[in-house]
């Protein structure tokens, strides 16, 4: 079974897919449920800034 490696900080999805398949899927995943999720606003933390205005956060464009 290969050995999981962590999320590197500046990877790009792409980089994640080709490294390890299974976690990047699950990444994706995981991300989807929080969006979709009612406590959104809370799971979803840090919000990106360029997603986020004011007291506005743009999920449907997340």
Do not use: H, I, N
């Amino acid at each position: 079974m290969p050995e999981a490696r962590a999320l590197r900080p500046g990877d790009t999805a792409e980089e994640s897919v080709r490294r390890d398949l299974l976690a990047a899927d699950l990444r994706c995943s995981l991300f989807m449920s929080a969006l979709q999720s009612y406590r959104r606003d809370s799971v979803l933390r840090p919000f990106p800034a360029s997603y986020y205005s004011g007291d506005y956060k743009d999920f449907d464009g997340l």
